[in-house]
């Protein structure tokens, strides 16, 4: 692997210099321990000899004092000894060391005359020694000083030892270091090269590098590279677009069109569910999507516009995630729109969330055998949950001129009055995800009135179809005074006008361009079947929240039914549910849990034969990305909801079947069967239609499958969640806002009752 000189140079410089300054770090440490240990040396020497020597020079001859010093010659770095009088002027000097001796050392002319040690490191004659001179003494008397001389030239020896030692050091780790970027960093970064231009000419098959090392890197880099396969794609499908004058929605036409509907004003969105939740695993923060067909539709427009999403806050680290306001922009991995949390207590929770809102809206709406519970405290946590949201909001829309509100669903039915009566110039709208019900089913509720009315208080109301609309202005006619308008849908009351409309809503789908998933890899199928249990002939799959309104029961024993009246399916149909638990602290869902799990455990009892079996149920949650290769394999969808008000699964199977293959088996029920003429729409309480609709999706000619799967995608890609977004913000731009004749609605309106209607 090529390295640029500049490289080179610095890391051999930078190298070089944390060597050699270990080096001389290390060299002055050992000099320093070495004069320490001679000086040491030198003085318990001294102080050995210091008796003898004052006996000695006290009484002895110049012979002896000669003999005396003559005994120290040949030792080993010992220079020699060297007696010396009062007055500095040496008496007896051992043999060899006389030569280095050309006059009185400073040492010993400080022993004689202050009479105390004294050692010093000098050169004598260009020789480095060392000297201690030790006063001797009689009776109080000094009679001169004993001087102990050392070779100290081996102490300079580390200095170069250490300097040879960093110039070998340096060598090798800069040797090394080449090494370990040639076979640990070049093999994948040339890897991530190749990947990276394999995705710049459009070829994406290729993997990024696997390495530890690089995750962080790749991570981002393949954020980086999916959102320039996204804007290729998109790009690739405007251009198309325009070039046969089509009028489709795309993110970029929305985006677009809201800049200019919104006037330099935001777009706030208020749900119960958040479209990001951080929770701890270990020591780390998570994020994740929670399972939420609102996520899945509301995301986008959110995106579009760079607005702002008021929702409660559920995971266990949201807190640490946010700023001190409860604030933050997702996407976590890609910014580009505001999450404001708001935290609930558990009195709340209980008596807003799992209590009025899903013990008793809920199942009013859904007519599907649960009856619904209303409870005096669980509607005054309501109604405070619901003024607690709205102070967020309006702390939200400080500042804000003229903004739009998109209020969500049957959590906030309040929240449209009350933003209304202190922001009249906000443009206000509430879309209802569920079905509306008959006025007589509706009229249950005790509060059905406040209800109405805090609804009536948004400019604009949204259903799925047009039936939930008629269910409602049906409703507000018999319970409210007001005026209705039939021929326009819309309702006068207190002189405020409140405009009702069906908007199916849809996914993020833009055909085979921007939306079209790659093809599952080779790995994912293979995860796939083996948590299978094996590859079956045909594959099923629902996806559903497991929820009583979702008719999972009726679509097992349908499954059942099938095995039953055509036996040839026995161990080549396998069926996938995939089923996220969903309000787990509400009885009635936990003895559903509790019901699938029997159901499907009693099927495989029956029919279960060595590996195979018939019902794969998985009751956990998965990722939007983890589902992708289950709509990939599956040979028929089975979306049999009790009732629904739109069902946004049948549709992101459609979007995911780029391929122009599979079926899709619909319940009338479903708002989505008003728009998807091509699936093979179903009584989900009919066991024996459910059975036979099965086997016509998997006997069906390819032919047919094809052209029909072809239409839906047609349908869907046309009436995407753009379109959606387009339409229900258009049209909420569009409102006058102040007296209801500046709407063009100047004609005669209904007296109270349907009237002349």
Request: aromatic letters at 8%.
């Amino acid at each position: 692997m090529y390295l640029g000189r500049r490289l080179m140079l610095c890391l051999l410089g930078g190298v070089a210099v944390v060597s050699m300054l270990f080096a001389l770090y290390q060299a002055a440490s050992e000099m320093h321990a070495m004069r320490e240990d001679v000086e040491r040396q030198a003085l318990v020497l001294a102080e050995s000899q210091q008796k003898s020597a004052e006996q000695v020079l006290q009484g002895g001859s110049p012979g002896e004092l000669q003999s005396f010093a003559d005994q120290f010659q040949n030792h080993e770095r010992l220079a020699g000894v060297a007696i010396y009088d009062a007055n500095g002027q040496p008496l007896a000097v051992t043999p060899g060391l006389a030569k280095y001796l050309a006059g009185t050392p400073r040492a010993v002319a400080y022993a004689t005359q202050e009479g105390q040690v004294r050692g010093e490191f000098l050169r004598l004659h260009g020789e480095p020694m060392h000297i201690l001179a030790l006063p001797l003494s009689a009776d109080g008397r000094l009679l001169g000083a004993i001087a102990i001389f050392h070779e100290v030239a081996f102490i300079a020896a580390p200095v170069w030892r250490h300097a040879l030692t960093s110039v070998v050091q340096t060598l090798l780790m800069v040797g090394m270091t080449l090494l370990i970027i040639r076979w640990g960093l070049g093999r994948p970064l040339r890897h991530m090269a190749l990947w990276l231009r394999d995705l710049r000419t459009g070829n994406a098959s290729g993997q990024p590098p696997e390495e530890e090392i690089f995750r962080p890197l790749t991570s981002e880099v393949t954020q980086l590279a999916t959102s320039l396969s996204v804007a290729r794609a998109a790009a690739e499908e405007e251009a198309r677009l325009r070039d046969v004058a089509s009028s489709r929605w795309t993110a970029e036409r929305l985006r677009i069109s809201m800049q200019g509907k919104l006037h330099g004003s935001r777009l706030f969105a208020v749900s119960n569910r958040e479209p990001y939740e951080h929770s701890r695993q270990g020591n780390s923060i998570v994020w994740s999507v929670p399972p939420s067909g609102l996520v899945t539709a509301l995301e986008p427009v959110l995106r579009a516009s760079d607005g702002t999403w008021i929702a409660q806050a559920t995971g266990n680290a949201d807190k640490e995630t946010a700023d001190d306001f409860g604030r933050l922009r997702v996407p976590p991995d890609h910014p580009q729109y505001t999450l404001h949390r708001v935290w609930l207590n558990k009195d709340e929770e209980d008596g807003f969330y799992f209590g009025f809102a899903n013990e008793g809206i809920w199942p009013l709406c859904h007519i599907a055998h649960t009856r619904p519970v209303f409870r005096s405290e669980d509607w005054e946590q309501y109604r405070s949950v619901n003024r607690k949201f709205a102070a967020a909001l309006l702390d939200e829309l400080s500042g804000e001129s003229e903004p739009i509100v998109l209020v969500q669903d049957y959590h906030f039915a309040l929240l449209p009055r009350m933003i209304k009566e202190r922001r009249p110039d906000a443009r206000v709208a509430i879309f209802w995800h569920i079905p509306w019900p008959n006025p007589e089913a509706f009229g249950i509720c005790p509060w059905q009135r406040d209800l109405l009315d805090g609804m009536l208080g948004a400019d604009l109301i949204g259903f799925h179809i047009q039936a939930h609309c008629n269910n409602f202005l049906e409703t507000v006619d018999g319970a409210l005074e007001s005026r209705i308008d039939w021929e326009h849908f819309a309702v006068n009351r207190h002189d405020h006008l409140t405009t009702v409309r069906p908007f199916p809503i849809s996914v993020a789908f833009n055909g085979n361009g921007a939306c079209a998933a790659v093809d599952a890899s080779a790995a994912e199928r293979a995860a796939l079947f083996r948590e299978l249990g094996g590859r079956p002939d045909f594959l099923g799959l629902g996806i559903d929240r497991v929820d009583y309104t979702k008719g999972i029961p009726e679509r097992l024993r349908g499954v059942e039914r099938l095995f039953d009246q055509y036996p040839a399916y026995r161990e080549r149909f396998t069926f996938v549910q995939i089923g996220a638990p969903s309000r787990t602290r509400i009885k009635r869902y936990q003895d559903l849990t509790t019901e699938v799990e029997e159901e499907a455990e009693r099927i495989n009892r029956r029919f279960r034969t060595g590996g195979w079996r018939p019902i794969v149920f998985l009751n956990r949650h998965h990722s939007h990305a983890e589902i992708q290769p289950y709509y990939r394999e599956a040979d028929v969808c089975l979306v049999t909801s009790l009732h629904d008000g739109m069902n946004l699964v049948a549709k992101e199977y459609i979007a995911a079947r780029h391929d122009g293959q599979g079926a899709l088996i619909l319940s009338r029920f479903a708002g989505a069967s008003h728009e998807l003429a091509d699936a093979l729409v179903v009584n989900p309480y009919d066991t024996d239609e459910l059975a036979h609709a099965i086997h016509t999706a998997l006997t069906m000619p390819p032919e047919e499958r094809k052209a029909r799967m072809q239409r839906m995608r047609a349908v869907v890609q046309e009436n995407n969640v753009y379109r959606w977004a387009g339409d229900l913000i258009g049209e909420l731009a569009a409102i006058r806002l102040g007296q209801p004749e500046a709407r063009g609605r100047r004609q005669e309106l209904a007296p109270v009752g349907r009237g002349a209607a």
